[in-house]
């Protein structure tokens, strides 16, 4: 059972961690867009809403779980700690 809750805890993660890279980094939501209508075109013609839904849904939940393995999150802070910081205290700006 703890692996379960792990499962869930890693997807939040990971999907939080998405979702804020896809809203700060225009790069990551370039690739990440094209990524998903990419794969829906794979999908069976005869696939309903609901069916993509489900793969999306579970594609998604996949990419974030192996995001969290790799750690991405921590790089998904570096880009929340950017917007924190005024544009005079960023590093690698004088």
């Known amino acids: 059972m703890a692996w379960l809750y792990k499962r869930a805890l890693d997807d939040a ?17 370039k690739t990440q867009k094209k990524a998903l209508i990419d794969y829906v075109n794979t999908l069976p013609p005869q696939s309903t809403a609901h069916d993509i839904q489900m ?7 996949n990419l974030a779980a192996q995001w969290v393995k790799q750690g991405v999150p ?9 917007v924190k910081q005024p544009a005079t205290q960023q590093p690698g700006k004088p």
Not at 15 to 27: G, H, I, K, P, R
Not at 74 to 82: P, Q
């Open 13 to 29: 993660i990971g999907l939080t961690t998405m979702l804020t890279m896809v809203l700060l980094d225009d790069e990551v939501y």
């Open 74 to 82: 921590i790089g998904a802070s570096g880009y929340l700690l950017k």
């Open 55 to 61: 793969a999306v849904h579970t594609a998604l939940c």
